[in-house]
């Protein structure tokens, strides 16, 4: 059984930062894989954030490029999102997903199978 378990959410003020954790576990992949984090602010599409797959590569929202890092230890099946200069707009629920094959489809979050229960992340101006 898969499962997937996010951490870290939290309210901050403008500015601050936070760090996100997701635990994989019952995943058995292929060669190549994706694992990314989206969210879903009220009354909002969910949308894909940021994804990293086995190839290295990382992909991000334009909106959140150069404030998150998506990284992932693979000893310890952990996925991060660390996120800096926080802003009104990030408030969501953030979700860690995980697909086979190597494109992050972070436009699309139907091509995921796994999801985790999220977490909340509120910033306040």
């Known amino acids: 059984q898969v499962q997937l378990v996010e951490s870290g959410g939290g309210s901050v003020q403008a500015g601050g930062s936070l760090r996100l954790s997701c635990t994989l576990s019952?995943?058995?992949?292929?060669?190549?894989?994706?694992l990314s984090w989206f969210r879903q602010a009220l009354r909002k599409e969910r949308e894909g954030v940021a994804g990293?797959?086995?190839?290295?590569?990382?992909y991000y929202a334009d909106s959140v490029k150069g404030r998150f890092t998506i990284s992932q230890d693979n000893a310890k099946n952990m996925l991060y999102l660390q996120m800096n200069t926080l802003k009104p707009e990030d408030t969501a629920m953030y979700y860690c997903?995980?697909?086979?094959?190597?494109?992050?489809?972070?436009?699309?979050?139907?091509?995921?199978?796994?999801w985790g229960q999220g977490t909340q992340v509120t910033v306040s101006s």
């Open positions: 019952g995943y058995t992949p292929g060669t190549y894989y994706c």
């Open positions: 990293i797959c086995t190839d290295g590569r990382t």
């Open positions: 997903a995980v697909r086979n094959g190597l494109s992050p489809y972070l436009n699309n979050d139907k091509a995921y199978p796994y």
